[in-house]
């Protein structure tokens, strides 16, 4: 009895990728996703109150129909505190029904690049501290506000955020790890409940 080598055979997903190497379970884990929902259709579009900074300040879905996974509307409702660029962009694949190869097409990029933008992105969305900032936020000061909005919502280096307050690395830092710690206690006391 011969075992087939399957390092030798061609897989079929892969022959869809440019880049096959790369294609990994993720990858045709979110291409199968984004097929088996095709489009998706909202009742309601978020009705957004753009804030100084732009981010959306509610988000109200209606029903979403055409299959779609209650994870992409989590994704879908975070992505209103990004910057506008990503959360179109998370938007048009989360929502809208775009692929990964559509977007590198319409962005002029590789497959590979909105690969990993996508991945970084809904990385940083779903984390419990970029929830904790979007609702608290507003009870902050100004300052610490500025800090938690441009370092984990729209994730700035901590000299990019230094460089754009004008304030010290060591303030931003400092602000930045207050509002670590105050998520990190709310998720322990949700815990605890």
């Known amino acids: 009895m011969s075992i087939p ?21 993720w990858s045709r884990g979110a291409d199968l996703r984004r097929r088996r929902r095709k ?8 009705s957004t109150a753009a804030g100084p900074q732009g981010a959306a300040s509610t988000a109200v879905y209606g029903p979403i129909g055409g299959g779609a996974s209650v994870w992409a509307g989590r994704v879908a409702e975070r992505a209103a505190y990004l910057e506008p660029a990503d959360r179109e962009f998370l938007l048009a694949l989360y929502l809208h ?21 996508c991945k970084a992105l809904v990385a940083r969305v779903m984390q419990p501290a970029y929830a904790f900032v979007a609702v608290h936020r507003d009870a902050w000061t100004p300052t610490m506000k500025a800090v938690a909005t441009r370092t984990i919502l729209h994730g700035r280096s901590l000299n990019q955020a ?11 830092r400092s602000l930045r790890d207050r509002v670590l710690a105050m998520a990190s206690g709310a998720a322990q006391q949700a815990k605890g409940r």
């Open 162 to 172: 230094a460089a754009e307050l004008k304030v010290t690395y060591h303030t931003v």
């Open 97 to 117: 029904g775009r692929t990964m190869r559509e977007m590198a097409q319409l962005l002029g990029v590789s497959y590979r690049r909105v690969r990993t933008r």
């Open 39 to 46: 489009r998706v259709s909202l009742s309601m579009v978020a």
């Open 5 to 25: 080598n399957t390092m030798q055979t061609e897989r079929p997903e892969a022959r869809d990728h440019d880049d096959a190497p790369a294609a990994n379970a």
